[in-house]
């Protein structure tokens, strides 16, 4: 059965999203200071929700100039008194602070709202599928790799696959580079166990079909020093890739033009096939993934 979805979704993103770490805004203006290799941006936004308990605010926030386009996503306060007599729907401007590996906002201040102009609802067709859950069976899907050659999930049985979703113009350093920084130390202390198991592979997963082309997954795989033999970067036809996702508990979806929000999910499938272990946002760390990995593989 074909079904569609509305792109508009913003308050499923504040409901899924488990990630601690922030995204993107729009900017004036931005500086850097050279000894901390810090980034500073003057955003404005609107509050989507506020969640004290885990120092998160989810804001609708315009472009950032020069560093990422207009997103819904969560931002990490680091003192929770920013977060005083904040509501959904306020209309804010505050600072955007990231490093190379960290990124969160200050100085959160309401502002007069502005009615700015409607925005286009997408549409996109997709599958009806069932979530998937711990012991549940990776259906087949057909994909296509970083080199162009098309390929069946189905080639991975008999090895402990790892399944991790992003897409390569995500500059933030809490939400995609994470997760791709992850699989390559994950990729590297599997390399170097001398105990460890051998039938294992990575499976990274583009949600943006249209500019994540074979040719820039593979170069965005050997800028993260990738085997090829090991990790696999595919995209493929976007029914496919939101079906995947979904099973999982991924949610992307675009509210205008050249602008992607999304949250996180990472699937480890055992060697039988079998769903082993779903990581919801960026709090896992490559360590875990290894002892799953290693759990998975003796399955």
């Avoid at 810090?38 to 509050?47: H, L, N, S, T, Y």
């Avoid at 401007?93 to 960290?102: G, K, P, S």
């Avoid at 098309?150 to 113009?169: P, Y």
Wanted: aromatic fraction near 10%.
């Amino acid at each position: 059965m074909i079904r569609f979805i509305q792109g508009f979704l913003w308050i499923l993103l504040a409901v899924c999203v488990s990630c601690r770490k922030p995204s993107e805004g729009s900017a004036t203006g931005a500086a850097a200071a050279p000894s901390t290799n810090r980034q500073v941006f003057q955003v404005k936004g609107i509050i989507q929700g506020v969640d004290a308990a885990r120092r998160e605010v989810v804001i609708k926030h315009e472009e950032v100039t020069g560093y990422m386009p207009a997103m819904t996503m969560p931002f990490e306060v680091h003192d929770t008194n920013e977060l005083t007599g904040l509501r959904a729907g306020q209309a804010v401007t505050f600072r955007l602070l990231v490093t190379e590996t960290e990124g969160w906002i200050d100085q959160v201040l309401a502002t007069p709202a502005t009615n700015g102009p409607p925005q286009s609802v997408s549409l996109r067709r997709v599958k009806d599928v069932d979530s998937l859950g711990p012991g549940d069976r990776l259906p087949e899907y057909s994909l296509t790799n970083q080199f162009g050659q098309s390929f069946s999930t189905a080639r991975f049985r008999g090895q402990a696959l790892a399944i991790t979703f992003l897409f390569t113009r995500c500059p933030f350093p809490t939400f995609c580079p994470r997760m791709a920084a992850n699989f390559e130390e994950t990729q590297r202390k599997l390399l170097a166990s001398q105990h460890g198991p051998t039938n294992w592979q990575l499976l990274t997963i583009s949600f943006d079909p249209e500019f994540d082309k074979p040719a820039v997954l593979k170069a965005y795989a050997e800028a993260r020093n990738y085997d090829p033999g090991r990790w696999t970067f595919a995209t493929g036809a976007l029914i496919d890739i939101t079906a995947i996702g979904e099973q999982f508990g991924l949610a992307f979806w675009r509210d205008q033009p050249g602008t992607i929000n999304h949250n996180l999910r990472t699937a480890v499938i055992d060697a039988g096939g079998r769903v082993q272990k779903i990581f919801e946002g960026n709090d896992w760390t490559a360590d875990e993934l290894v002892s799953e990995m290693i759990a998975a593989a003796g399955k």
